[in-house]
């Protein structure tokens, strides 16, 4: 879709400016005055942003998920044999992961103390703030041009009708040079105002549905995140537990 745009918005711009405006885009883009062709063109770099932005989360989104589904079953086997080590390499595999992120926060800080004879409950509780820490980063990284979609999906529509406006006055324009009310007078004007209408519907509806997308993705992994620092804060209790204080204590 947004080679499709540039080629257009490159056919448009290096056509000549005679001829007579009819009904293709290339005739439309002729038939513009400046400031509509102004406005094609920003909403043109929004359209180009916006796809951007979708491939880069959906990349992003799927490798998180792929290797999720392949740590967690790793890191689950490990833990349960004690191997704090071996999990925090298999985390370090997997570094795409948003599970893995977190994860490794709460097990490096448990793996700080592993040697102690007892752990106490301050070092629980700073294994949950790590927890909450490395959740919060991720979080963030995983909305990262995610609300840039928002905007654009809220905007377009206002720069389209922006042009619109443009289009009604090149249009009025034509009525008074010419002194005429046929549709020769008015055809360059209305077409502007289609033109730029349609293209900003076109930017913002996908990006309305990809946000919307995204969004319901990054609460389902905010919701992974959060089981799994809850489990890890739980394996931490019961393995602090079983451990026996050293003799003598």
Do not use: C
């Amino acid at each position: 879709m947004l080679g499709t745009w540039l080629v257009t918005l490159s056919l448009w711009l290096f056509q000549g400016e005679a001829g007579t405006p009819g009904f293709d885009p290339i005739s439309m883009w002729r038939s513009m005055g400046w400031p509509a062709r102004t406005v094609v063109i920003v909403l043109v770099i929004m359209s180009a942003w916006s796809i951007g932005v979708m491939i880069d989360r959906w990349i992003a989104y799927s490798a998180a998920r792929k290797q999720s589904r392949v740590f967690a079953p790793a890191v689950a086997g490990a833990l349960k044999d004690g191997k704090i080590d071996q999990a925090v390499n298999i985390a370090e595999e997997n570094k795409r992961s948003h599970l893995a992120k977190v994860v490794t926060a709460g097990l490096q800080e448990f793996q700080a103390h592993q040697m102690s004879a007892e752990i106490p409950g301050e070092e629980i509780e700073a294994s949950r703030r790590a927890l909450e820490r490395a959740s919060a980063i991720v979080h963030a990284e995983l909305k990262r041009g995610v609300s840039s979609l928002a905007t654009i999906g809220s905007t377009a529509p206002f720069v389209g009708l922006f042009g619109t406006v443009l289009g009604i006055i090149h249009a009025f324009q034509g009525i008074s040079a010419s002194q005429s009310v046929g549709i020769g007078a008015v055809a360059g004007g209305i077409s502007e105002a289609l033109v730029t209408t349609a293209i900003g519907l076109f930017v913002a509806i996908p990006a309305v549905w990809l946000y919307n997308y995204f969004t319901n993705k990054i609460e389902a992994f905010d919701v992974e995140m959060d089981n799994s620092s809850s489990e890890l804060i739980d394996y931490f209790i019961k393995r602090s537990g079983h451990v026996k204080p050293a003799p003598g204590r």
